[in-house]
């Protein structure tokens, strides 16, 4: 199972002062967690955090985390964010059992052109970037890939169509859709300028012939 490293320290002191002070040094208040331990208060270096949220989708990354001697294969399962500033101000951690399936949500890439695109024109629009599985933590896969290619205008791909590696189940709803290639946009034709209207609304002139001219002096 591939894992990506990361170090935290122990944190003895809880509560919202100790937490801002740790945000003030630049430091994260976690916690980690898991049936087979008891949940531990946990120090992130901030900087640190955000360059492996930067590399990675921390949905279906296995974090090996080590706490002073003891290393820990988790997942994060919850970043929380200050409501207006969006900076991270709590992390929880889930330890990694080998063995028992987790639920997870891991990007989808969509692959190809679809033919209702190359040949009439369509729209590519994708509704769902992301989908929730389970599998042992062993199997999580980075990514799925869905080829679209033979999607055609006006037809849709669901979520129960996306090919599932071995071991893993999907548990997004199966009918839910993933992307549709839409029919391309009718742009429509420019409104008439004020000085066109005015034109086209006046009644048109009627000249007198030559022969009427000369019956209305007679």
Same mark, same amino acid.
Do not use: W
């Given at each position: 199972?591939?894992? !990506? ?12 002062? *100790? ?52 290393? *820990? ?17 709590? $992390? =929880? ?5 080998? &063995? ?5 949500? $891991? ?7 679809? @033919?209702? !695109?190359?040949? &009439? &024109? &369509?729209?590519? +629009?994708? $509704? ?6 389970? /599998? =042992? ?9 869905? @080829? ?12 129960? +169509? ?8 999907? +548990? ?6 993933? /992307?549709? /290639? %839409? ?7 420019? %409104?008439?300028? +004020? ?15 030559? @022969?009427?001219?000369?019956? @209305?002096?007679?």
């Amino acid at each position: 199972m591939a894992s !990506v490293p990361f170090s935290a320290a122990p944190r003895a002191a809880t509560g919202k002062g *100790s937490a801002r002070k740790l945000r003030a040094a630049g430091q994260i208040p976690a916690v980690i967690y898991g049936h087979a331990r008891e949940a531990a208060s946990l120090a992130l270096n901030a900087h640190e955090l955000q360059l492996l949220l930067e590399k990675h989708p921390y949905q279906s990354t296995v974090i090996a985390l080590t706490v002073g001697d003891s290393t *820990s294969n988790t997942l994060i399962r919850e970043i929380q964010r200050h409501p207006f500033k969006k900076q991270i101000v709590h $992390v =929880d951690f889930q330890e990694l059992v080998a &063995g028992e399936k987790v639920t997870v949500e $891991v990007p989808l890439q969509l692959v190809g052109t679809p @033919d209702g !695109v190359k040949n &009439g &024109g &369509g729209i590519l +629009e994708a $509704v769902l970037h992301e989908i929730e599985i389970s /599998c =042992d933590p062993s199997n999580i896969p980075h990514h799925l890939t869905l @080829d679209v290619s033979a999607l055609t205008i006006g037809h849709s791909i669901h979520a129960g +169509e996306i090919p599932m590696p071995e071991g893993v189940t999907l +548990e997004t709803d199966p009918d839910a859709t993933v /992307c549709i /290639c %839409a029919a391309p946009k009718v742009e429509a034709e420019p %409104a008439p300028t +004020e000085e066109a209207a005015a034109a086209a609304a006046e009644p048109e002139l009627i000249k007198k012939g030559k @022969d009427e001219d000369e019956a @209305d002096e007679k």
